[in-house]
């Protein structure tokens, strides 16, 4: 049986990680770099932070290069089970979900301030008329 075609847990991969094993999910699939530690050009400390959990968000941030994608390959032992990914997928959308709200939330505030604005400015206008 080759490694390629494993289908893990993330149970599984925490326990894994728990043995010294550099084990992360990027994008539903999962890789070892436990020999990948000393060469990875952004440090040891970062994959080592990520073992036992899904590092796709991390990976993706650091905007790595085609280079890197297709050195990942070498390292992939397998994919995530389809209710972790499923898990993963809420998790993910949840956190998007909160993120715009908060987005909104800062805009109707930003809004609210303008219309203040706008409001005391009218009022001093026609009260100048007045005085
Ligand atoms: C199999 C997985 C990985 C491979 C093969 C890999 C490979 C590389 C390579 C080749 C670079 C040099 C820059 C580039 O070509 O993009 C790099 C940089 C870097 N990587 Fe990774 N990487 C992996 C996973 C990760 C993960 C999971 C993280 C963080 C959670 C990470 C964080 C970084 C950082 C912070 C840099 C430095 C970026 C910079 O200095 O601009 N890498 N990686």
Redesign the pocket.
């Known amino acids: 049986m080759t490694e390629a075609s494993t289908v893990f847990t993330m149970e599984k991969i925490k326990q894994l990680a728990s043995k010294n094993r550099t084990i ?1 999910v ?1 994008n539903n699939e999962v ?1 070892d ?1 436990s020999k ?1 530690l000393d060469e ?4 040891e400390e ?2 080592q ?2 073992a036992g959990k899904d ?1 796709s968000e ?2 993706e941030d ?4 085609s ?2 994608r297709e ?2 390959v070498k ?1 992939k032992i397998g994919e995530l089970c389809e209710s972790d990914k499923k898990a993963l997928q809420s998790k993910k959308d949840k956190n998007k979900a909160s993120a715009t709200t908060s987005i909104s939330d800062n805009f109707s505030t930003y809004k609210s301030g303008i219309i203040s604005v706008v409001v005391a400015f009218i009022v001093t206008y026609i009260y100048s008329f007045y005085i």
């Open positions: 992360f990027i890789y770099v990948f990875h050009p952004g440090g970062v994959l932070e990520h590092a991390t990976f650091v905007g790595h290069s280079d890197a050195m990942m390292f």
